[in-house]
């Protein structure tokens, strides 16, 4: 007969006393200790609690344990024991309880449903997995069913049903047509949670396809379609496509009725919905009306969450992902159009499966010991908790006095070995529980040592090192730490022992270097390790490298003396730039020092010595700078490099004060550059010691001086040296000098008070300073009060730089104070400074928006300005929220992403700009402070008119051939309205000479034209713009190419015969290389004998069939041909570029004729005459082996042909002998070295040669060939 309960105060007084137990024993990761202890089974893998699973593939339930010994495991089903050997199709698989059911010889999937649990036992107890509940993927058939159309009144709602076949899981639903088009979803139409599809009004052009219900099957991967929906719509008007286009408005256009704003669903004003904790909550309002309505969400009595809510399908669904007991409370939707709103309430409720408060945990106790099992849960309704012991309910359990049950926790008490057993905690409420294993194990291990034996520690003088000593015994062992086998325990002092067994050693010394034991002992035994700890010498570089100045191509060397403890291997390397520096055959490393051996350019920059052992390693950083050659000075002095100054040294203190004190240094080298300044440096080893702080500075011609000191500061002084190459390195220290305290003579600045919540004010200051702090123990006094209240100050002593006052009103003016104060005394009074505390968001929202247009792209807006005790802060703006709804052009694609304008301060008006024309905007406003935006105001919808367009795009200018250039573009990205047409400028040009300008209009759906011109020398502007009914948009620009083969004209010689030359005339590209061909043997005919300074042209064209291939355009394309642009242009003939050209090759050609003939004149000196001329010359002579002659009067004897006159005739000399003399006509030939190879005959009589000129003398251009 059970006893009568306890009162409640003793379950109290129980839990108390659990503060008092002892801690579980944590087994180490070791695989040795984990093999060897004996461990009850814990489960590590399961299946999910809804096991759901595809009938096509076989089934696997997973249930995996770890234990020792190894558990086996069994299973139950439906609460009753499942017999796997039985089924020929189910198995288990080796070492764990994973069950497999094979269907590949047959079978049903579905005759294997219903709940499995597993449990994992050895013989220390049982373990039991979650119970899973194991379901087969449904995707039933869509019934068949005919359905009439539907007719509905245009303007009318509409709801259009899906009712899927149920299936597991549930499938995703979407709408398309009977052709498997997408059903276009906007604010208007769109699809609900449920999946039904909501015409909040529909339109005549809602028919123009049909509607069909798709349900996707996720296991099975198929989608069925319904049969599809087809729509009738009754209308009073046509359906005009342009209609609506054109029309701000298309209900009005269409002859609606507009009609107030109804609720499709949910039905009514109110409802209610239950959501799980930490589930997604997803709110949904849809609303017929006409116009379509906005729909807009509130909370009542506060904000929604801004982190987590989200708005999709319009504005009609709020989703709250990953819900929490605040988020319950009543949420409304306002759907409103111009004609009216509606509301509707959603009481929202949250309730919770059990979640985790404190899970229980596996304990590991001594025989002996104290433990507790805790398993605390939560929910709601509040979750039961019901304990079981290796898997039978506690209360059928054989009863343990060493146990006791005091509700959520279980407590043992002077466990036992027989005390081990798994324990199950089940908390459970109607939406679900949570099951979890916990075992209790008892070990009696003597202490082992986890570490290696005989460590060896190495560590640097003066560091801080831990010593490890891990080890593992049951009960825990208590561990001690001996040196060098002496019996004193080792803690305090430099010494420090933490709860792991580890010893700190704070700042090691030579004297302790040692042997270190560490030994663990229990009642079962002792165990202990040693370790050997050797103290090194630090690696300290002793000559660091200096800052040097060279100059190119000399050789310098940077030193690097190290010294470090002579037992560890030392490695010296180098960087540049701070990267690794290659050695090259330039450069040569040694242990003290760097050479490089011809400096140049690259060598300069930054080099670091890096001295390092296996346990440390220091740094000493050089900078070289290499200078190009220059002239050496006269003055030997100025010869001499300049290099920063050496450190000063033998720093010393004298004439000690209570403020002051003399600080007296020797100047080192100047290096060649006088000292100009000395800087002083101190550093205190207080608030930041080893922190270098600039002090004072003095000219260079001083070496002591008095330097004022601030109260309770321990100085240490050092000096740097400057000239006009640079610094110094700093001086060593100077000995150490403290000052007496006082009591701060300054309070911290910066103090503000602003609010990070809203509900706190954060008061923060720029701390003091060590030379400001005047004494020890710096802290500030923190006053503060509201403002204008005269209430009395609250106050707190803080020691940081800031402190926040809790549980203030939102943004309410405060008064605060901040004092210095010291163990000296407190500092002066400080100033009162105004802070706020934290801002909360706007409630209201600007009243009566008013929109003006202003012209396409700019509105004016005003609005009634917010009470201020609604804006919760400091009114930071005004701030328009606006976005492009829609293009009244109905074909255009526009970005409907949001935009904002902030209007600063407290105004009531201002201009939105930038805006697209001819376009649909909806505008919002809302109220900015500190925290961020107010409600939104009611939304307005304006219309932009007609503007101008942009410039058309891909404006293109291709020449095929030289009578043609094609002209294309593509339509504007921003129409701007409805395009009337494009706008075509065009004028040829030459250089800076213009034509006429031609205009040319065409259709808006024309976008290719083709001009035909005969001038081949012009090159053509063409600027194309775009036009709307407002007027031309932007316009672009571009030129006709200029094409390299364009007709370069070409002076003939002025009156020469007719000869067989080269013509030359304009040549499209593809027929360059016929032309070339077809002309070699063309003849220019004679030109009449012009003046001096007039120079005939002669252009040669070629007929070509680009006219005919340009006539086969397509009908869009116009062609256009003119005259020439410029025909009164071609008497200034000197600025044409055809003509400088014919210019300088005429220039070119003389050049060359004077050129040739100086070098015949020249070697005419090599064929002297012999005496009888009209004796044949021998092959015996002599003189015919080098091929020279004896000549006379050569001077007087230029080449026939060397002076042409003006009328294109050759002049001959006055001389009596020449080469022509000896020739037979034009016979005479010279061959490739230039020498002549004619043959001489009698003289002939000069007056027969001025008669009988050789014709191949009258052309220059035939001189050149008959020269070459």
């Known amino acids: 007969m059970a006893g009568p309960q306890p009162p409640p105060w003793v379950h109290a007084a129980v839990l108390l006393c659990l503060l008092g137990l002892g801690g579980a024993i944590e087994i180490p990761m070791d695989p040795s200790i984990q093999n060897e202890l004996s461990q009850p089974p814990t489960i590590t893998k399961q299946s999910v609690k809804d096991h759901i699973v595809d009938p096509r593939d076989n089934i696997l339930i997973e249930c995996e344990a770890k234990g020792n010994p190894a558990p086996s495991f069994h299973w139950t089903r439906n609460s009753r024991f499942f017999n796997v050997a039985k089924d020929p199709r189910v198995s288990m698989r080796r070492r764990s309880g994973t069950l497999v059911i094979d269907f590949r010889s047959g079978g049903r999937p579905e005759e294997y449903e219903g709940e499995y649990q597993c449990f994992a036992r050895n013989k220390f107890g049982t373990a039991l997995s979650n119970r899973i509940r194991l379901q087969v993927s449904k995707s039933p058939l869509w019934p068949k069913e005919n359905l009439d159309p539907v007719v509905v009144q245009e303007g009318a709602p509409l709801t259009l049903q899906c009712n899927p076949p149920p299936g597991l899981p549930s499938p995703v639903i979407f709408w398309m047509s009977s052709s498997m088009e997408p059903i276009t979803q906007d ?39 319904k049969n599809p929906f087809t729509l009738k719509v009754l209308t009073n008007h046509p359906y005009n496509d342009s209609s609506l286009r054109n029309h701000p408005d298309m209900y009005s256009a269409r002859g609606v009725a507009e009609r107030t704003p109804s609720f499709m669903y949910p039905q009514g004003t109110a409802s209610s ?41 319009f504005n009609k669904a709020l989703r709250i992902t990953s819900v929490s007991e605040e988020d319950s409370g009543e949420y409304f939707c306002l759907a409103s159009n111009k004609m009216g709103s509606i509301r509707h309430t959603i009481s929202v409720r949250v ?74 905690c089940n908390t459970s409420n109607e939406h679900g529980y949570l099951l979890a294993n916990a075992f209790v194990s008892v070990l009696d291990v003597p202490p082992r040592m986890m570490s290696p034996r005989n460590q060896l520690i190495r560590v640097i003088l003066y560091n801080r090192t831990r010593l490890d000593c891990p080890f593992f015994g049951s009960p825990i062992p208590t561990l001690r730490w001996f040196k060098n086998g002496q019996g004193s325990n080792l803690d305090g002092g430099n010494y420090h022992v933490f709860e792991n067994g580890s010893l700190e050693i704070q700042m090691i010394r030579k004297e302790d270097q040692g042997i270190y034991t560490c030994v663990a002992t229990n009642i079962l035994g002792k165990a202990e390790n040693q370790v050997r700890l050797e103290v090194k010498d630090p690696t300290r570089i002793f000559r660091m490298p200096e800052d040097q100045v060279v100059k190119r191509g000399t050789t310098v060397q940077l030193e690097c003396r190290v010294k470090h403890d002579p037992s560890l291997k030392l490695t010296v390397s180098w960087l540049k730039d701070d990267q690794p520096l290659y050695i090259g055959n330039r450069m040569k490393k040694e242990d003290d020092s760097l050479t490089i051996f011809g400096v140049a350019e690259r060598d300069q920059g930054s080099y670091t010595c890096v001295a390092s052992t296996e346990l440390d390693q220091d740094r000493a950083k050089a900078y070289l700078t290499v200078l190009a050659d220059q002239t050496t000075p006269t003055n030997g002095l100025a010869a001499l490099p300049k290099g920063r100054p050496d450190k000063p040294r033998d720093l010393e203190l004298t004439d000690l004060a209570e403020r002051s004190v003399r600080l007296t240094w020797i100047p080192g080298d100047d290096n060649n550059s006088p000292i100009t300044d000395y800087v002083v440096q101190f550093e205190e080893d207080q608030f930041q010691p080893g922190v270098w702080h600039d002090h004072s500075k003095f000219p260079g011609s001083v070496n002591s001086a008095v330097l004022q000191l601030s109260p309770y500061v321990n100085y240490q002084f050092r000096v740097i040296a400057v000239n006009e190459v640079g610094s110094s390195h700093p001086s060593l220290p100077s000995e150490r000098y403290r000052t007496s305290g006082a009591p701060p003579e300054s309070n911290p600045s910066d103090v503000k008070g602003e609010g990070t919540r809203k509900n706190n004010m954060e008061i923060t200051w720029t701390p003091m300073n060590a030379t400001s702090a005047f004494g020890p123990n710096l802290r500030y006094i ?96 005004y701030r328009a929220y606006y976005w492009r709804e829609s293009s009244l052009l109905k074909s255009l694609w526009v970005s409907q992403k949001r935009q904002q304008a902030g209007f600063p301060g ?92 031609m205009v040319e209009n065409f259709s808006p759906n024309q976008t290719k034209f083709t001009v035909q011109r005969a001038d081949p020398v012009s090159r053509y502007r063409f600027t194309l713009s775009a036009r709307t009914q407002v007027g031309s948009g932007e316009a672009v620009t571009e030129e006709s190419p200029a094409s390299p083969n364009e007709a ?83 008497a200034d003939i000197s600025t044409q570029g055809w003509f400088i050209g014919l210019m300088c090759a005429i220039a070119l050609l003389v050049l060359i004729l004077l050129i040739v003939c100086f070098i015949k004149r020249s070697r005419g000196g090599k064929y002297p005459v012999r005496e009888k001329k009209d004796v044949p010359l021998g092959p015996e002579d002599p003189k015919e082996e080098d091929g020279s002659f004896d000549y006379s009067d050569e001077d007087n004897k230029p080449l026939q042909g060397s002076q042409t006159s003006l009328d294109g005739t050759i002049k001959q000399q006055e001389s009596d002998d020449s080469l022509v003399d000896y020739g037979e006509g034009g016979e005479g030939q010279f061959n490739e070295d230039g020498s002549f190879i004619g043959q001489y005959t009698v003289k002939k009589d000069k007056e027969e040669t001025e008669g009988n000129e050789s014709s191949e003398a009258t052309s220059p251009v035939n001189a050149i060939y008959s020269l070459a």
């Not at 959501?275 to 009595?301: H, N």
């Open 187 to 225: 604010k208007r139409v769109s699809q609900g949670h449920n999946g039904d599809l909501y015409f909040s009004n529909v339109m005549v052009q809602d028919m123009q396809t049909d509607y069909s219900c798709n349900a996707r099957f996720h296991f099975t991967h198929t989608i069925q379609q």
């Open 906 to 997: 407290d105004r009531l008006r201002g201009v939105v700009s930038r805006l697209f024309p001819y376009s649909n905007y909806k505008l919002e406003m809302v109220v900015v402070n500190g925290r961020g935006d107010g409600p939104r105001s009611e939304t307005k919808e304006f219309t932009t008119p007609e503007g101008v367009p942009s410039a058309p795009r891909r404006f293109r200018v291709r020449q095929p051939n030289p009578q043609t250039i094609n002209l294309e573009w593509d339509h504007p990205e921003h129409p701007n309205g409805i395009l009337t047409g494009y706008s075509l400028r065009y004028v040829p040009f030459n250089g800076t000479k213009l034509g006429k300008q």
């Open 1048 to 1130: 370069t004209p070409t002076a003939a010689p002025p009156t020469l015969p007719p000869t067989t030359v080269g013509a030359t005339g304009a040549v499209s590209s593809t027929d360059a290389t016929a032309t070339a061909a077809a002309t070699e043997a063309t003849t220019v005919p004679t030109i009449p004998t012009v003046a001096p300074t007039t120079i005939a042209t002669t252009v040669a064209t070629t007929t070509t069939t680009t006219a005919a291939a340009t006539m086969e355009s397509p009908p869009t394309t116009r062609i256009k041909t003119h005259e020439s642009a410029y025909t009164n242009n071609r």
């Open 351 to 424: 309730k919770a499966a059990p979640y985790w408060l404190d899970e229980p945990k596996n304990l590991i106790l001594a025989p002996g010991e104290d433990g507790r099992l805790v398993c605390r849960a939560n929910g709601n309704p509040k979750p039961t908790v019901q304990w079981m012991v290796n898997g039978e309910p506690l209360q059928s359990a054989p009863p343990n006095p060493n146990r006791e049950v005091a509700g959520d926790t279980i407590i043992f008490r002077d466990t036992q070995i027989s005390s081990r057993a798994v324990y199950q």
């Open 782 to 877: 923190v006053k503060w009060r509201r403002r204008e209240t005269r209430e009395t100050w609250n106050n707190a002593t803080v020691w940081g730089s800031r402190y926040v006052v809790g549980q203030t009103p939102v943004y309410v003016p405060y008064e605060i104070r901040v004092q210095a104060e010291n163990d000296f005394g407190k500092g002066p009074e400080p100033d009162t400074v105004i802070g706020y505390s934290g801002e909360d968001y706007p409630r209201a929202a600007p009243t009566d928006v008013k929109i003006r247009v202003l012209n396409s792209t700019a509105i004016s807006l005003q609005w009634n300005r917010v009470y201020s005790d609604t804006v919760q802060g400091q009114l930071r703006e």
């Open 273 to 313: 919905q239950m959501v799980l904790r930490g589930m997604d909550l997803l709110l949904e309002c849809i609303a017929s009306g006409v116009p379509t309505p906005d729909i807009a969400w509130y909370k009542k009595g506060g904000d929604l969450p801004s982190d987590k809510a989200k708005f999709e399908n």
